[in-house]
């Protein structure tokens, strides 16, 4: 399994932003199903947004959608989540998550939820006041 750290996680004001990092022990630039998932204590952990590394197709959560950015910088093989106009709402924890993709049908399967990821990171925390 693909090693994950996180980082980019904070404190910030409503309608602030924030940018996370996921950096990967191996290389990720091609045939993997990368994605960003948050949890806040005592409640189920939710999907933010999915990416395929072999031609960056996005996926949103409707609740992120228009504010997030998913992305990849492939020589630096590091994966971002760009965070805009946060809210309250928003505070969680932040989990990076990977698995490797050979075929697109595998990353509607990880997109439709029908296939779990394998690897994940440890965490960043983000909090959002008011």
């Known amino acids: 399994q693909v090693q994950l750290v996180e980082s980019g996680g904070g404190s910030v004001q409503a309608g602030g932003s924030l940018r996370l990092s996921c950096t990967p022990s191996e290389d990720t630039a091609r045939d993997y199903c990368m994605g960003w998932f948050r949890q806040v204590p005592g409640k189920k952990r939710e999907w933010v947004a999915h990416f395929y590394t072999s031609d960056d197709a996005t996926t949103y959560a409707d609740s992120v959608k228009g504010r997030f950015a998913i992305s990849q910088d492939k020589p630096k093989n590091t994966l971002y989540l760009q965070m805009n106009s946060l809210k309250p709402e928003d505070t969680a924890m932040y989990y990076c998550?990977?698995?490797?993709?050979?075929?697109?049908?595998?990353?509607?399967?990880?997109?439709?939820?029908?296939?779990?990821?394998?690897?994940w990171g440890q965490g960043t925390q983000v909090t959002v006041s008011s």
């Open positions: 998550a990977a698995d490797p993709c050979p075929y697109a049908s595998d990353y509607r399967a990880h997109v439709g939820g029908t296939h779990d990821y394998n690897s």
